[in-house]
């Protein structure tokens, strides 16, 4: 029955709803990787993933992806450790000896000095675009490995060519406010990650600055990155409860260590098969429908652009 009240109660605004991306990174690093995200979104609360272009399971992932379309795919742009889509004969700064810089401080370094032509940096993201494009993959959000595209000389590429390729949706890799981050994990295990979130925070300005000049929404409020290889089921249900109203995107690297993962660069190895556990706990799964948070993809916001406020401070 209808409340007899119900005409005097007005909506409530899509700002003020709870809405959840659940992403998972590194999507084609290796086959254990692909079988945990798709594990953990078959079974669990994971809306999306985002696919390298040239790792060494990209094909299994772009496979797994043709057959789960369920599940939201972005691109995982890559700039470091890892191999370029073009050719390394065209990008002679970019990926000298024919693989990008191993870290991303020799990358930024490099590219704050001028060492790194900006003309490469599109041509080569563009081509990972495109090859993913190519494959019949329907492009939902952008974001990349290690959070290079943070840099603002990176993210104005970015951002021209999610305009390009239709895509609304771009990450800023770091936590709001992240003063109240850092002071909140000064003294625990994310300690060193929630400085590097803090550092972040001049960029992640300007980068929402430049979504706004090329009429693209507001990036989705970002979570996970302090607890990144530090999630409990304490931490993570807590995490989860503390989500604020508005849309906003939680980075998870679920996956299984198979060999393939010994051979890459990554410090997350057995925390994955953790992350996996987490994502489709029975307990994750009750907290998520009893809390009111809403599970969404990252192209199920578009809708809401025109409501959607970057108020996070």
């Known amino acids: 029955m209808r ?36 594990e953990a979104h078959t079974r669990g609360i994971l809306t999306s993933a985002s696919l390298f272009a040239n790792a060494p ?21 890559t700039l470091v450790d890892g191999h370029p889509v ?23 370094r490099d590219l704050v000095f001028r060492r790194i032509r900006p003309d490469e940096i599109e041509r080569e993201l563009t081509a990972q675009l495109r090859r993913l494009a190519g494959a019949g993959l329907q492009l939902t959000h952008l974001d990349s490995h290690k959070h290079v595209h943070a840099c603002p000389r990176v993210f104005a590429i970015v951002v ?10 771009v990450r800023v890799p770091c936590e709001r406010p992240p003063v109240a981050v850092l002071r909140q994990h000064a003294f625990g295990a994310g300690a060193r990650q929630a ?9 992640a300005a300007r980068d929402r600055a430049l979504l706004r000049a090329h009429g693209l929404p507001p990036a989705p409020q970002f979570l996970g990155r302090v ?14 409860r503390s989500v604020p109203d508005g849309t906003s995107e939680l980075m998870m690297h ?6 393939a993962l010994h051979q890459v660069r990554t410090r997350l190895r057995r925390q994955r098969a953790e992350e996996v556990a987490l994502l489709t706990d029975l307990s994750t799964l009750e907290l998520v429908n009893d809390s009111g948070l809403r599970l969404m993809r990252p192209d199920d916001i578009v809708g809401l652009d025109s409501e959607r406020a970057d108020f996070h401070v």
């Open 86 to 108: 073009l050719p390394p004969s065209a990008l002679p700064t970019l990926a000298p000896g024919g693989s990008f810089r191993p870290t991303w401080a020799a990358f930024v």
């Open 3 to 38: 409340d007899s009240n119900s005409k005097f109660l007005m909506p409530i605004p899509h700002f003020l709803m709870r809405r959840l991306i659940v992403n998972a990174d590194d999507f084609g690093l290796t086959a254990g990787i692909n079988a945990g995200v798709i």
């Open 254 to 259: 679920p996956g299984y260590a198979d060999a």
């Open 195 to 203: 400085v590097e979130n803090a550092a972040l925070a001049p960029w």
């Open 160 to 169: 021209r060519l999610a305009s390009q390729f239709g895509i609304r949706t």
């Open 57 to 77: 399971a990209t094909g299994d992932a772009i496979a797994l992806a043709q057959r789960t379309p369920s599940l939201a795919v972005g691109c995982h742009l």
């Open 227 to 240: 607890l990144t290889g530090l999630f409990t089921p304490a931490a993570f249900h807590a995490l989860l």
